[in-house]
């Protein structure tokens, strides 16, 4: 083994296989660890996690003379398809296991964030209590986000790929999911579990922690019904899918879905359900987005607002007509009985 001479057992990379997770298979069968594998592929010293990230043509030829594999496929076990934007994305393993997969192997696909289902068996992937989203969320309306989570990943794809996705980036769209806009508040009572007056007194400090309150929730309602109340909140911006659980993940990529087939709206509504500094916060995370959007932002909230203000005068007017009648009703009745 110290030679530079070809291995006599070599297992083939399963498919979408990344370098990681095949060395680490390589190496017990010749009682190595993976650093001691990787310098006996004549890499010493080298990172596997480096290595796969980025592998150069003459470290890719080694590796394919002493395995006997082929460059394209010792190429393939590396992510060199995409762009320096996505590496703080990509896990040192998978993020989620899938129920029918070896434990022990590692896919390309299941290192990012946006990948809910197994890329070879379909299956839909676990969280850590062995719970799936179609659970959580029901199937009907699984289903639904589902196409939009679609969505959401194919322009996540095309960003970590640094292909054109038209003009508006992840981490734009990011900034705004993420953006605080509202002011936290604690728990309302759809988001708290059915209490005795007891439990209500021994948890009073959960239901009064003030809970921070993100533009997720408005463009994607349907995760702040069933997200677990303290684990609603997600971090700002990329790292909110970096470091998200599965549910935030799927909710997140639902999320830009939506606001990418229809940027304007989307935004419109987070303004309209923002609080006054919460406003402030939204405005702040779009200022990132291309000129022409925000111009038909503001110019459409402009009117969604002017058309709020007219409704609540007509209705004022509405209650006050409504009281004056009554006022007078009540004199009539009044001078009706004294007379
Ligand atoms: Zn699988």
Redesign the pocket.
């Known amino acids: 083994m110290t030679g530079f001479g070809r291995l006599p057992v070599v297992y083939p990379p399963e498919v979408d296989e990344r370098l990681s997770s095949w060395a680490a298979r390589m190496a017990p069968f010749y009682a190595m660890t993976v650093s001691e594998f990787v310098a006996a592929l004549g890499l010493q010293g080298q990172d596997v996690f480096d290595l796969e990230w980025r592998l150069s043509e003459g470290q890719g030829a080694l590796i394919a003379a002493r395995t006997g594999l082929l460059p394209e496929a010792v190429q393939a076990m590396t992510f060199r398809e995409l762009g320096p934007q996505a590496r703080m994305m990509i896990a040192r393993k998978n993020r989620l296991p ?4 070896p434990e022990d ?1 590692h ?1 390309k696909a299941a290192a990012l964030p946006w990948r809910f289902r ?6 839909e992937f676990h969280d850590a209590t062995g719970e799936t989203l179609s659970a959580r969320f029901g199937s009907d309306h699984f289903k639904k986000l589902e196409e939009y989570a679609g969505a959401g990943a194919t322009h996540l794809d095309a960003w970590v790929r640094g292909a054109g996705q038209g003009d508006l980036g992840v981490p734009e769209v990011l900034q705004v999911l993420t953006a605080r806009h509202r002011r936290a508040s604690p728990p309302n009572v759809d988001e708290q579990p059915r209490m005795s007056l007891k439990d209500r007194r021994d948890y009073h400090d959960f239901l009064t922690t003030p809970i921070i309150r993100q533009a997720l929730t408005v463009v994607v309602p349907e995760y702040d019904q069933v997200a677990p109340v303290l684990t609603k909140p997600v971090r700002p911006g990329l790292h909110a899918l970096t470091q998200g659980s599965l549910l935030q993940c799927f909710s997140l990529t639902a999320g830009i879905g939506r606001i990418v087939e229809d940027p304007v709206a989307r935004a419109i509504d987070v303004l309209l359900a923002s609080d006054m500094n919460g406003q402030e916060r939204v405005r702040e995370a779009l200022r990132s987005w291309p000129l022409s959007l925000r111009r038909s932002i503001s110019a459409r909230f402009w009117r969604a607002e002017r058309d709020e203000k007219a409704h609540q005068t007509a209705e004022k007017t509405a209650r006050q007509r409504q009281s004056h009648k009554y006022r007078l009703i009540q004199s009539h009745k009044y001078r009706y009985r004294i007379s």
């Open positions: 899938c129920p029918h997969c192997l896919r197994c890329p070879v068996h379909g299956m």
